[in-house]
């Protein structure tokens, strides 16, 4: 981030470089700030290419699945990204679309991919079906690990969509009393 600071000093019209600390911002869990950036960034005609998977996750840790969804397909007319996959599927299920997520997950789970197995397991669990969520924590994460998790997993159906994205993206499980089921 440092580096990216002194770069933008010395180059305050460079896209990239505006881009790049959107990603960065993104990956601090500033996602306001990181969409500062993106747009700056496209302001200055960057490629939205260089950033549209990042500024996609800022909109989802910021509760709007609508905006990260427009940007994770966008991103995948651009390259075809397992990580934009998974992350794509994230917020379909965060947005109420569990079967949909699935869907965009199956080429992955197919492919044993392991995190699509974990993705698959925190969008049942954000809407609402422990019962599987728990089945493929158990049969993809190690005893203990699943075990340690769990009691987080089974309460993603409680968070906010912002909680959801922050809890599922970066482990950050929000502390106090938690909504509804």
């Given at each position: 981030l440092g580096f990216l600071l002194r770069a933008e000093q010395n180059a305050p019209r460079?896209?990239?470089?505006?881009?790049?600390?959107?990603?960065?911002?993104?990956?601090?869990?500033?996602?306001?700030?990181?969409?500062?950036?993106?747009?700056?960034?496209?302001l200055l005609r960057t490629p939205e290419s260089l950033f549209v998977a990042d500024r996609a996750l800022a909109h989802d840790l910021l509760g709007q699945s609508e905006a990260a969804q427009r940007d994770y397909a966008l991103a995948l007319t651009h390259s075809s990204d397992d990580e934009v996959v998974r992350r794509y599927a994230l917020s379909l299920g965060i947005s109420g679309q569990p079967d949909r997520a699935v869907e965009y997950l199956?080429?992955?789970?197919?492919?044993?991919?392991?995190?699509?197995?974990?993705?698959?397991?925190?969008?049942?669990?954000?809407?609402?079906?422990?019962?599987?969520?728990?089945?493929?924590?158990?049969?993809?994460?190690?005893?203990?690990?699943?075990?340690?998790?769990?009691?987080?997993?089974?309460?993603?159906?409680?968070?906010?969509?912002?909680?959801?994205?922050?809890a599922a993206h970066f482990g950050r499980f929000p502390s106090g009393e938690l909504g509804p089921k």
């Amino acid at each position: 981030l440092g580096f990216l600071l002194r770069a933008e000093q010395n180059a305050p019209r460079d896209g990239a470089i505006k881009a790049a600390l959107g990603t960065a911002m993104v990956h601090q869990e500033n996602p306001q700030r990181a969409l500062d950036y993106f747009g700056e960034a496209q302001l200055l005609r960057t490629p939205e290419s260089l950033f549209v998977a990042d500024r996609a996750l800022a909109h989802d840790l910021l509760g709007q699945s609508e905006a990260a969804q427009r940007d994770y397909a966008l991103a995948l007319t651009h390259s075809s990204d397992d990580e934009v996959v998974r992350r794509y599927a994230l917020s379909l299920g965060i947005s109420g679309q569990p079967d949909r997520a699935v869907e965009y997950l199956t080429p992955l789970l197919n492919q044993q991919d392991r995190s699509a197995w974990r993705t698959r397991a925190m969008v049942l669990a954000m809407n609402g079906r422990q019962a599987e969520a728990k089945s493929i924590i158990d049969a993809t994460l190690p005893p203990a690990l699943a075990q340690s998790i769990w009691p987080y997993v089974e309460q993603m159906d409680r968070l906010t969509p912002a909680q959801q994205a922050a809890a599922a993206h970066f482990g950050r499980f929000p502390s106090g009393e938690l909504g509804p089921k």
